[in-house]
């Protein structure tokens, strides 16, 4: 949740660090895992595709409406992922903020396999956002991923993707501001950002990478470090992406907790007033927020497997895989 609209006069952002609340236990999990298998068939060599687990924690004050983030994974080609932030700050002007990034993430999955879009992250950007007519603005990130283990990624605001090989993370996305807490977002207004914004980048997979993508409310609470420890714990990608969220969720309502958010605003320049600084008190907290985690796992497919051509989907609420008649599957849509 990106707290700020960006408007052509700048607002003053403000600092929210949120103590813990009591509420955490009630506080409704979705978890789902999907795995896709490619189709094609090629006697010479195998392909790649993802195997993909969810886990999405709404803000706990925003429960009742499942959040502002919005996501869809897709079994088109090798996959796609992407997760949409819808941007608070239209609230105030009673403004639904959860509308924009649910139709934008509509419209993306509706839109994989155009052909205009020739599987390419920006172009499926720009026409998705063409097509959504709600009110508001959401910042959003796209991940492709070809058969030949190619990824290519286009990200706007502060959604992120992390790829982990080995223990490592070898590739990470950057998050884009205007300032602290106003993230390019693309908008229904003429000032907000557009594809020719997006960050695009390509990554060359091998089986057995890891791809995190997520919501800032992800990768405002946890650290890099937390992300790779994690996923040495769980090997499943549905168990991984719960205690990411988790673990996440748990930092947002620890108000001792010096996290990245923390750490960022105190380097933007907001801290505690001059004499707390004296006694050697310091800005800490982490940050309330909906928290969409996606876990994918790059997986061989052997290419001598034909598959049945039944798309692949992902049921709300279940863990398994299940095979359904939908080629993309939508949250909070």
């Not at 886990?55 to 706990?60: A, F, M, R």
């Not at 993707?161 to 996305?173: A, D, E, N, Y």
């Not at 309330?288 to 290419?303: E, K, M, N, R």
Request: glycine share 8%; with cysteine; hydrophobic share 40%.
């Amino acid at each position: 949740m990106a707290n700020s609209m960006y408007r052509a006069s700048i607002l003053q952002s403000q600092m929210h660090i949120q103590p813990s609340l009591s509420s955490r236990n009630f506080v409704p999990k979705k978890s789902n895992l999907l795995c896709f298998a490619s189709s094609q068939f090629n006697p010479v060599r195998s392909e790649v595709s993802f195997c993909i687990g969810t886990h999405l924690i709404p803000h706990p004050k925003k429960v009742e409406r499942g959040g502002e983030d919005a996501f869809f994974v897709s079994n088109f080609n090798g996959g796609v992922i992407a997760v949409a932030d819808g941007v608070s700050g239209w609230a105030e002007q009673n403004v639904d903020p959860s509308l924009f990034s649910k139709e934008l993430m509509a419209n993306a999955s509706s839109l994989v396999g155009d052909e205009e879009v020739n599987f390419d992250p920006q172009i499926l950007i720009k026409k998705a956002h063409a097509a959504t007519s709600s009110k508001g603005s959401a910042t959003a990130i796209v991940a492709m991923l070809e058969r030949n283990g190619m990824m290519k990624v286009a990200n706007v605001g502060d959604c992120g993707l992390r790829v982990i090989r080995k223990g490592q993370i070898i590739f990470s996305t950057s998050p884009q501001e205007h300032y602290f807490d106003c993230p390019y977002q693309l908008s229904s207004e003429l000032v907000g950002q557009t594809y020719l914004d997006a960050v695009v980048s390509s990554v060359e997979l091998v089986e057995g990478d890891t791809i995190i993508m997520g919501s800032d409310g992800l990768f405002d609470n946890l650290f890099d470090r937390e992300i790779v420890s994690t996923l040495s714990i769980h090997s499943d990608v549905v168990n991984a992406a719960k205690a990411l969220a988790n673990l996440a969720s748990n930092h947002s309502m620890d108000s001792s907790f010096d996290s990245p958010y923390s750490l960022e605003a105190r380097s933007k320049g907001f801290d505690v007033p001059f004499w707390k600084k004296i006694l050697g008190m310091k800005l800490t907290g982490g940050k309330l927020d909906d928290i969409t985690v996606i876990v994918g796992q790059v997986v061989t497919s052997p290419s001598t497997a034909i598959s049945d051509g039944i798309p692949k989907t992902e049921v709300q609420g279940t863990e398994g895989v299940w095979r359904g008649e939908r080629q993309n599957t939508l949250n909070n849509l």
